[in-house]
């Protein structure tokens, strides 16, 4: 009841442009396959027919049906020709106009980027000093194992 429900409602939603190209495109194809098929069997009909006599009916209708096949495949081919192009023109007018709005509205001169906040105005004024700042090119003092414990101890609290 379900699939029944989707069915319907399926047939009822209109196609998309682009959905009816792919299903002209694909008939195309499957009849373009049928043709193939129908003229092969028209051919083996026929060159059976003659040779052994079966009656010129089957490899005729075969013929017929693969003429048919053939059309129908041409007849989409022309309709995907046009909707193509309609949809062409149709994105291009899409992009032109686009493309006129957006020329339009923006300048093309060189703007620098704002800059972002510095960090430090959002920390707190008064920040805790956790081990004693040494200028690294004059660093003779050597912290002891102690020491250095106890700056980790207080770094691993913050």
């Known amino acids: 009841m379900v699939r029944r429900a989707q069915k319907e409602q399926n047939r009822n939603t209109p196609l998309t442009p682009q959905q009816r190209l792919m ?85 093309r001169d060189w703007v620098p980027n704002p800059l972002p906040a510095p960090l430090a105005q959002n920390l707190p004024k008064q920040q805790e000093q956790i081990a004693e700042v040494i200028n690294i090119t004059n660093s003779a003092r050597s912290i002891s194992s102690k020491e250095l414990d106890e700056i980790l101890a207080r770094r691993r609290a913050i």
Not at 48 to 54: D, E, R
Not at 71 to 78: F, L, N
Not at 86 to 94: D, F, P, T
């Open 23 to 107: 299903r002209l495109t694909n008939t195309q194809r499957g009849f373009s396959v049928l043709f193939a098929l129908l003229f092969v069997a028209s051919l083996t009909l026929g060159t059976l027919s003659v040779t052994v006599g079966m009656p010129w009916v089957g490899s005729i209708a075969s013929l017929l049906l693969s003429l048919g096949s053939i059309g129908v495949s041409r007849a989409a081919a022309r309709a995907a020709e046009q909707l193509a192009q309609s949809i062409y023109a149709n994105r291009e007018r899409v992009r032109n106009t686009a493309a006129r709005k957006v020329s339009s509205s923006i300048s």
